[in-house]
């Protein structure tokens, strides 16, 4: 089946710095997404991503869906303390089920800042 | 995001319990999710529902029974859980046969089974 490799799979950093995160995979996918979860609480929506090449901004981060549609990347410029937190990734490939999406999600990345 | 709500947050059940799990969704949807989070694993899908219709049953073990009532509702019926079902227990929702389609998750009810 289809899988995504998500790294690093933890980052220790001070605050202020930049972050950078990847997913790839040996399979290509139509859509890019990129949720953030808190301890305790579902995985929240960041950025989607649904062209090939597309670079798309919220604020202070920004993704971009690789142009091969096999990776993607979140950057997240100077960070601060509340961007701490597990970061996924989820890729939406050729196959559906019965319309609905079906996801592959990476590992993770854990982020932890120090002030 | 309240689009998608969970109740209860938070579930501690014995083995031999009988407890639900609701989610709803606020967001006009019509594919509905359940998935299983536990410690230091990718989230595992459990179910798929698509216009209220049971598409994908994910290997589950049948101490798990899913509910689709309407599209809005979706609901995970627990009985005789083991341990190792601790986990948290994410729902979320999607607009189906979409070509920017998104999953939009809920807060999750951390369930413990002692």
């Known amino acids: 089946g289809q899988q995504l490799n998500q790294s690093p799979q933890s980052m220790f950093i001070q605050e202020g710095e930049d972050v950078s995160m990847n997913c790839t995979s040996s399979?290509?996918?139509?859509?890019w997404l990129w949720y953030k979860q808190d301890p305790g609480e579902g995985p929240v929506l960041l950025i989607a991503?649904?062209?090939?090449?597309e670079l798309t901004s919220n604020g202070r981060l920004t993704a971009q869906f690789g142009i091969t549609r096999k990776d993607s990347f979140l950057n997240i410029s100077a960070s601060i303390p509340s961007d701490v937190g597990i970061y996924f990734c989820?890729?939406?490939?050729?196959?559906?089920?019965?319309?609905?999406?079906?996801?592959?999600f990476g590992q993770g990345t854990r982020l932890t800042i120090n002030p | 995001e309240t689009g998608v709500t969970q109740t209860p947050r938070h579930l501690v059940m014995g083995m031999t319990n009988k407890k639900s799990l609701k989610c709803e969704q606020h967001?006009?949807?019509?594919?509905m999710y359940w998935y299983k989070q536990s410690a230091k694993k990718p989230l595992e899908l459990m179910f798929v529902y698509s216009l209220e219709e049971r598409v994908e049953n994910n290997s589950v073990p049948s101490r798990f029974s899913p509910e689709c009532p309407n599209s809005s509702h979706l609901f995970l019926h627990l009985h005789t859980l083991q341990p190792e079902d601790s986990a948290l227990y994410l729902c979320a929702s999607s607009q189906r046969v979409s070509s920017t389609d998104t999953q939009y998750f809920g807060p999750g009810t951390r369930l413990t089974v002692l």
């Open positions: 989820a890729g939406q490939g050729t196959e559906r089920i019965q319309g609905a999406q079906k996801l592959v």
């Open positions: 991503l649904y062209k090939a090449g």
């Open positions: 399979s290509i996918f139509n859509t």
């Open positions: 967001l006009g949807h019509n594919a």
